[in-house]
């Protein structure tokens, strides 16, 4: 049994659905921002997406190429390992089925790569099945360099950090490659529901 | 793992920040710049989690905790107003690999701190001095007013003095006779406290977001490798 804080009452919030929230998380209505290092901006003409890696063939897509392809509006709850959840966020962005879709591997893995150097790593069925997205609207306006504008990925069911800001491809690989977080302690995976925050967890 | 802390003493560290040490059986030590989680259980089974940066040195027995009020904050109002010594709460950690520095991985550094962002950095320099270690560090903390800012005596005292230097900025109200900076930290600043090549130094600024965000503008813009940029942020809701 944990101890009792004496004198701790806490603030609860009967007005939000605890079911909604992971173990450990509090709700914020904010969206704060969280990154390693300097916010990159790199210029639309010289962005693009990539899928490399165990592949057939690379895929590339311009920015505009990317706006062009079938896109969806959707409405997520997120978790940040540093404890915050944010409910009902809105989004909008491309499917990674549809980036995905039509690509020969033999991988189960994949290492998300950005502007900045961070990558990020989550298993393929992880991205696949209508459970990740490229998105570059938040909120109905184009997503704010500080929150990963251009365009990062949302894989909304891990922990926020597997949502790679700045993200500018995708490397299909055969074995696991933990990332930036993965490798200075952070759980391999992160599931919020399982509170898989640390290597220990 | 969660472990059982014990307070051991608090100490009111500016208007409204207080340091909590904790007494934290078979704690397995730290880097300086990591943080722990705590947890506060209420009578009921209730409870709540957040971060806090660690503000003591590895070398120092008890840890040392720097909370900041923050406004409605569920938390920090429980340890800035309620929290006494022989109070128990629950730790883990330590915990992060990225924010960190060990005298032994040598310098230079420079360190920007806003607010409370200095306690990781405070426990960089308290390390510093435990290792008597005189690898260059620059420091630029921004603060407040005197009455906000932390540990003014005690980086006052620091040794080894060789290699250290500290400058501070007031954004509000500064001490009197004050002749230093009275503004937000800019490029001039920068240039001004940090190192004439850019080369190898490494960064680590700690602060509230748009602070952080601000900094490290200025500190690409200023020739640093942004891969050697290390920053730490506080959102608008730190609890």
């Known amino acids: 049994m944990p101890p009792v804080s004496r004198g701790f009452h806490g603030r609860r919030r009967p007005e939000i659905d605890q079911s909604r929230i992971p173990p450990g998380q509090y709700f914020t209505p904010d969206f704060p921002v969280l990154s390693a290092g300097p916010t990159p901006r790199t210029p639309l003409e010289d962005w693009s ?24 509006a959707f409405t997520v709850d997120i978790h940040c390992v540093t404890k915050w959840s944010k409910l009902d966020t809105e989004w909008k962005g491309v499917s990674l089925d549809v980036l995905l879709e039509g690509v020969e591997t033999e991988a189960e893995h994949v290492s998300a790569w950005c502007d900045g150097g961070y990558t990020t790593n989550v298993p393929l ?21 500080e929150h990963g504008g251009p365009a990062r990925l949302l894989v909304p069911h891990l922990y926020f950090w597997k949502s790679a800001k700045w993200l500018r491809g995708l490397v299909l690989t055969i074995a696991d490659e933990p990332g930036f977080w993965e490798l200075a302690g952070y759980h391999n995976y992160g599931d919020p529901w399982r509170e898989q925050r640390y290597w220990s967890d | 793992m969660w472990r059982t802390a014990t307070v051991r003493d608090v100490v009111q560290e500016s208007r409204s920040a207080r340091t909590i040490a904790l007494d934290v059986p078979h704690w397995p030590g730290h880097r300086a710049g990591q943080h722990v989680d705590i947890r506060l259980t209420a009578d009921d089974g209730y409870q709540a989690e957040r971060s806090y940066s660690i503000a003591s040195a590895p070398e120092l027995e008890r840890l040392e905790l720097t909370v900041e009020l923050v ?33 032994d991985e040598g310098g230079p550094l420079l360190l920007v701190a806003g607010g409370s962002g200095l306690a990781p950095l405070m426990a960089m320099l308290r390390h510093r001095a435990a290792r008597d270690s005189d690898v260059e560090v620059h420091a630029l903390i921004s603060t407040r ?38 503004r937000r930290v800019d490029a001039d600043m920068i240039a001004a406290t940090g190192f004439g090549d850019p080369a190898g130094v490494r960064c680590f600024v700690c602060g509230p977001t748009p602070f952080v965000e601000h900094v490290l503008g200025l500190l690409v813009q200023a020739g640093y490798d942004a891969s050697s940029i290390h920053a730490e942020r506080f959102g608008p809701t730190g609890g």
Do not use: C, K, M, N
């Open chain 2, 145 to 182: 007013s005197p009455d906000d800012a932390l540990y003014a005596s005690e980086i006052a005292r620091l040794r080894p003095r060789q290699g250290l230097e500290v400058s501070w900025t007031y954004t509000r109200t500064s001490p009197e006779g004050w002749e230093g900076w009275e």
């Open chain 1, 125 to 145: 069925e992880d991205l696949t099945g209508g459970r990740a997205w490229v998105a570059y609207e938040y909120g109905g306006e184009p997503l704010d360099p």
């Open chain 1, 49 to 72: 997406l990539r899928i490399s890696g165990a592949v057939d063939e690379e895929l590339s897509w311009s920015w505009d190429e990317l706006l062009a392809l079938p896109s969806e």
């Open chain 2, 71 to 103: 406004p409605d904050g569920e938390v920090s109002t429980y340890l800035i107003e309620e929290v006494r010594p022989g109070d128990e709460f629950e730790v883990r950690g330590p915990i992060g690999g990225h924010f960190t520095w060990s005298s």
